[in-house]
């Protein structure tokens, strides 16, 4: 079974262009998750999905940065215009919903290789 | 507040030694979930292990092995016989268990090299 795709794998832009990366989950994954990572440090979500909708965008920086999946399976993240600072790793995840009082904290999180961006 | 600390930055080992990870986590909740992730040089965060906070017996993998302590909050990571191909950086997370909580709370990772 194919794992969570994502493409570029690379990408490099000048500050200020547009890029936009795409995910793809594992097949009857419900939850979707974007993740951005920093040289030397843990991932923070940016953004997670459950089917369609994306419930919990709250450290998505909106003025730049914006999401879709349409029809709960693959997803895009696009950042426009992108800074500097937004040079990181975007890494992409899924994970299916266990059922119960525990919903979500107890989730497994299957990533992809995830998108590193250099924005110069 | 929830955090979860990874004190060591970098390991260096020469193969076949032991090593143990740190993971130290603060939470208040009563239930709630640690993680452990590798990530090998290629990117992609593989899923080692899960435990609940109602379970605290240690578990062993093969050579892996972890140690869940709720008195001091810790949930250490073993590898034992270390191969050059555990070379990666080792994350330890931490969710709480509330209803439809997604929040995972990521320490900063620990980079394990093993020379040959």
């Known amino acids: 079974e194919a794992g969570v795709v994502q493409s570029p794998r690379y990408k490099i832009i000048e500050k200020k262009q547009p890029v936009a990366f795409w995910c793809n989950p594992i097949?009857?994954?419900?939850?979707l998750y974007w993740y951005r990572q920093n040289l030397g440090q843990g991932p923070e979500l940016l953004i997670r999905?459950?089917?369609?909708?994306?419930?919990?965008d709250s450290q998505l920086p909106k003025d730049r940065f914006s999401a879709e999946r349409l029809k709960g399976v693959d997803s895009t993240l696009k950042i426009q215009p992108a800074e500097l600072g937004d040079s990181a790793v975007y890494l992409c995840?899924?994970?299916?919903?266990?059922?119960?009082?525990?919903?979500?904290?107890?989730?497994?999180?299957?990533f992809g290789a995830g998108s590193r961006l250099t924005v110069l | 507040a929830q955090k979860v600390t990874q004190a060591q930055t970098e390991i260096s080992v020469v193969e076949k030694e032991d090593v143990t990870l740190d993971c130290v986590y603060e939470?208040?909740?009563?239930?709630?979930?640690l993680f452990w992730y590798k990530q090998p040089p290629s990117g992609e965060l593989v899923f080692l292990i899960r435990r609940n906070s109602f379970d605290e017996q240690n578990e062993i993998s093969g050579r892996y092995s972890w140690n869940f302590q709720k008195s001091t909050s810790s949930f250490n990571f073993t590898i034992t016989a270390s191969q050059v191909v555990d070379s990666a950086v080792y994350f330890c997370a931490l969710s709480e268990g509330g209803d439809s909580n997604y929040q995972l709370i990521w320490g900063a990772g620990t980079k394990l090299i093993i020379k040959p």
């Open positions: 939470t208040r909740d009563t239930t709630y979930y």
């Open positions: 995840a899924s994970s299916l919903d266990l059922p119960g009082p525990h919903r979500g904290g107890a989730n497994v999180l299957t």
């Open positions: 999905y459950e089917n369609e909708e994306a419930v919990d």
């Open positions: 097949s009857g994954h419900n939850t």
